[in-house]
């Protein structure tokens, strides 16, 4: 028997905007690109909960945002506030949560859980039961509940954010709950409970149902959990392959995945799909200098130098090209990544790497190969040239 929190975030990076300026309480905010008055390019990072009460979401297209903050207008409601990505205020308050969080199961009276960091704004949480004399089932889901009521209020308290919680006997389930009750919610599921609970969900709320498997699951009949619980394995298996035997599982609440840090990443990046095709330069050069400022802000935070660049390019024909750079010397510089980023992106904007003259859908750009602070190789690195990947994402 296991309990398992996820603490989830609510409207992140749109919470801190409005948390550190008075003037922006109870607005509806958007953090994203700039909507240049409806000529903006780029999209929605977050939106709080009054702006999603105007179909604001995540990903959103920003000067969708922009429109229906007009229309809110219009009829009469607060216009939206826009905000650019503030990625290392966010970085900096995320790492004091998680430093809380982390604390609770490395002192006191939880020592010896567990921790793992899931996201900028998400984290499991798993408590040691056998610390503990509880004396029945009941007992221990209502103790457990207490404690992330606890934990809620001491992040509210601290920080001045809301979080949402999920318990459950798993990660799986401690996941699914979080998201049941936001902004500021607190979901129990007792290990008793997880079908009853999952059952009437749409399958959509299974990690790893994506648009595409839910259309075919659709085409089945299956909508919510229940009935995908109700799928021979025979069958998944025959539709979905190997997947299939993960959504068999987790249609029964199944999973085995441990709580644990994963360890430091091993590339840090980002891609972004366009709105519409694209082969202009000025949007290509400006969306990827954007991106290497907000990769830069993570890298900062990471602590560590790293020594490639990747490029990722995506046409409209949906092939796929990757081309890297290894620097001479270990960096951890916006300006080293945002020059050999622009670089390695050259050569697609004309006859050198695109002779068809395709556009562009997507570009994504990373840094790997990472060594320590302070421990650098001496001497030069070997130039590598990147080799071509097709496919890869
Ligand atoms: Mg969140």
């Known amino acids: 028997m296991r309990i398992v929190l996820h603490v989830d975030m609510d409207a992140f990076f749109a919470a801190v905007e409005e948390r550190d300026k008075l003037r922006l309480r109870g607005r509806p905010i958007v953090v994203g690109s700039d909507p240049k008055a409806g000529k903006g390019r780029g999209v929605v990072s977050t939106a709080n909960y009054a702006a999603r009460k105007y179909g604001i979401h995540s990903a959103l297209p920003i000067t969708k945002a922009w429109q229906l903050s007009q229309q809110a207008k219009k009829a009469g409601k607060p216009e939206v506030v826009f905000m650019g990505v503030d990625m290392a205020k966010y970085a900096r308050v995320s790492a004091n949560i998680m430093q809380y ?27 040691p039961i056998s610390n503990f004399q509880l004396s029945n089932n009941d007992e221990m889901w209502q103790w457990a509940a207490e404690k992330a009521g606890e934990i809620k209020a001491h992040i509210k308290h601290e920080f001045g954010l809301t979080a949402s919680i ?9 996941k699914i709950a979080s998201d049941r009750q936001k902004p500021d919610g607190l ?12 059952d009437p969900l749409p399958v959509r709320v299974i990690p790893g149902i994506g648009p595409k498997a839910e259309a075919q699951l659709m085409s089945l009949g299956v909508k919510r959990v229940g009935e995908l619980r109700g799928m021979p394995k025979e069958k998944l298996l025959a539709e979905f392959g190997k997947h299939g035997e993960g ?17 430091p990443a091993k590339s840090i990046g980002l891609h972004r799909t366009f709105g519409k095709d694209t082969l202009d330069s000025v949007v290509l050069m400006s969306e990827l200098k954007d991106m290497a400022a907000e990769i830069g802000a993570d890298v900062a935070r990471d602590g560590r130098l790293y020594r490639t660049v990747v490029l990722t390019v995506r046409f409209s024909n949906f092939k796929t090209q990757t081309r890297s750079h290894t620097l001479e010397a270990p960096d951890k510089d916006v300006k080293t990544l945002e020059t050999e980023g622009l670089k390695l992106l050259m050569p697609f904007l004309d006859s050198r790497e695109n002779p068809g003259r395709q556009k562009i859908r997507l570009i994504g750009l990373r840094v790997e190969k990472f060594v320590a602070h302070g421990n650098e190789e001496k001497g030069s690195m070997k130039k590598e040239k990147g080799n071509a990947q097709q496919g890869l994402f």
């Open 166 to 174: 999920g318990v459950g006997p798993n990660k799986l389930i401690a």
């Open 247 to 263: 959504m068999y599982r987790q249609a029964r609440g199944i999973s085995d995945s441990v709580v644990a840090p994963g360890g």
């Open 187 to 198: 979901t129990v599921v007792p290990e008793e409970a997880v079908q009853d609970f999952l």
């Open 101 to 127: 969080l982390e604390s609770l199961v490395t002192s006191g009276e939880w020592q010896g859980g567990a921790f793992e960091q899931a996201s900028v704004d998400e984290a499991y949480l798993e408590f």
